[in-house]
């Protein structure tokens, strides 16, 4: 570390003797330089963070430079303290001095006429040089260290775990949409702190776009966020709690190098992931071709076994490719495949991803598509042997599917029946079609209500004829017309169901 003004004041061959109140908060301030003027206005030369030395020339020209708004300027400039040595231009140093320094809170101590300005400058260089050189030691071994953990098998996780055993803070990483990656580390999230963190991750990868953002947390200190990949291409966000105050240049460098390491990894994924998609959409071909053993053997060995009986299926709509959204679902879906145990198989098949869950087990999907705004549909309960039939149901459930109700389940396609299976297709437009040619200007009057009513008493005459007010043989001549005008032949259950169909569709 640099030496403080504790330090600096402690150290007997200088015999530095304060005058002024100093503070302890002041004391333990590091001193990052040095240096000696005599100017009235020696600021623009200086940074903030140092220590000034002066014989106090100034002070006894023939015309003196004020001296509150001198020790203004210093206080201003962020100067944390001022050396005034005796015995050279002053004897001691002016009430008036001690009086400003006092009262503008500004450490003010004597420099013996024995003590050179250089020694001081000197010690303070010196402490300085060498913290920068153990800060550079230290960021070079915990380099060294990352780089090693991204050689082992598990890089990535390996990686974060180094970070945060080096930066002695908690280290995060979320995937592109948002959610967390869960890779064991020693230290979590505070609680408090999460909802304002993933608030924040989710607003910087909506910017989709590279970018450092540091917050900062009342009573928690600050957290610095930094995207993963390419503009227009996020992998994710690193996200490191840096407790009370920044990270200084060491951390930095390290945090730097470990998304680098972290890019790097998840660029050279890329190929990976490819052949993973491909070779679940093969293992997804056998199931579907009954072809259980290779499946489940290839499924195992690479991400663990496949869900058990009863199942459901589920049918999910890619989102756009451009926009990222298609890649970000298939991570989310990766990470839950991989945390779940065999609690959940994925696959594409064409430009829909299907999922197969237990029948109870899908809490963690329908909460994920959630967060994705993803169109699914989904199955019947269903097993193994019936995988072929429940992709089907899930793909008509999808097809029911929207904005505002964007899971559709098959059970309630099962439950409305197959007229109300209809409604949600093109059903009724056929219908009125077909009901057309009983409305010709040329066709008798009522055929419509007469077909409603007589269908209604199951086609028996005399309680149609009763319920229209007509006589029997009236009734039947208007449903003999009624299927000259649909070239229909009325006499058979078939036609009558069809025209039964069509008149409840264009009710």
């Not at 002066?54 to 001296?67: C, I, K, L």
């Not at 790097?264 to 992931?273: F, G, M, P």
């Not at 065999?342 to 963690?364: C, H, K, N, Q, S």
Request: proline share 5%; with cysteine; aromatic share 4%.
């Amino acid at each position: 570390m640099p030496a403080t003004l504790r330090v600096l004041l402690n150290e007997s061959r200088f015999d530095l003797r304060p005058v002024s109140g100093v503070d302890d908060a002041l004391l333990a301030q590091d001193v990052l330089w040095a240096h000696n003027s005599d100017l009235p206005d020696p600021t623009p030369w200086l940074d903030s963070g140092g220590l000034l030395l002066t014989d106090g020339v100034q002070f006894g020209a023939p015309e003196p430079t004020p001296v509150r708004p001198y020790v203004q300027r210093l206080v201003d400039h962020g100067l944390l303290a001022l050396g005034f040595a005796t015995g050279i231009v002053h004897d001691r140093i002016p009430d008036d001095l001690i009086d400003a320094a006092t009262a503008q809170g500004l450490p003010l101590f004597e420099v013996p006429r024995e003590t050179p300005f250089m020694g001081i400058i000197r010690f303070i260089s010196d402490a300085v040089a060498d913290d920068d050189r153990q800060m550079l030691e230290r960021s070079l071994r915990a380099q060294r260290s990352v780089a090693r953990a991204a050689l082992r098998p598990d890089g990535l996780a390996e990686i974060l775990r180094e970070l945060e055993h080096s930066l002695g803070c908690w280290v995060a990483l979320f995937d592109a949409a948002g959610a967390r990656v869960r890779v064991p580390t020693r230290r979590e999230i505070p609680r408090s702190l999460a909802p304002e963190i993933e608030d924040a991750v989710a607003s910087t990868l909506a910017r989709n776009r590279t970018a450092a953002v540091r917050l900062s947390i009342a009573g928690s200190g600050e957290v610095t966020l930094q995207t993963l990949g390419q503009r227009g291409d996020l992998r994710g966000i690193l996200a490191v709690g840096t407790g009370t105050g920044a990270l200084d240049r060491a951390r930095a460098d390290l945090v730097d190098a470990v998304i680098a390491l972290a890019s790097i990894a998840l660029e050279q994924s890329r190929t990976l992931d490819e052949a993973r998609r491909r070779l679940r959409s093969g293992v997804l071909e056998l199931l579907m071709a009954g072809i259980t053993g290779v499946a489940e053997r290839t499924v195992s060995q690479v991400w663990g076994p496949l869900p058990t009986d009863p199942l459901r299926v589920g049918c999910i709509r890619l989102p756009d490719e451009e926009d990222g959204g298609a890649a970000a679902l298939r991570s989310a879906l990766e990470l839950l495949a991989v945390e779940s145990h065999g609690g959940v198989f994925f696959a594409e098949r064409g430009d829909r991803l299907v999922t197969i869950t237990p029948a109870d087990g899908r809490t963690e999907l329908l909460s994920l598509l959630e967060r994705h705004h993803a169109l699914a549909g989904f199955s019947a309960v269903t097993t193994w042997d019936g995988l072929t039939e429940a992709i089907t149901e899930s793909e008509r459930a999808l097809a029911r599917a929207t904005t505002q109700q964007p899971l559709s389940e098959f059970d309630d396609i099962a439950r409305v029946g197959l007229l109300g299976h209809l409604e949600h297709t093109q059903a009724h437009d056929i219908a009125r079609r077909m009901l057309l040619p009983l409305q010709h200007p040329n066709a008798p009057a009522d055929l419509l209500r007469t077909l409603e009513v007589w269908l209604e008493h199951n086609g028996a005459w005399d309680p149609a004829a009763k319920a229209l007010g007509i006589h029997r043989h009236t009734l039947r001549s208007r449903v003999d017309a009624a299927g000259r005008l649909l070239a229909l032949d009325l006499d058979t259950f078939g036609a009558r169901a069809e025209v039964w169909s069509a008149l409840q569709l264009t009710r």
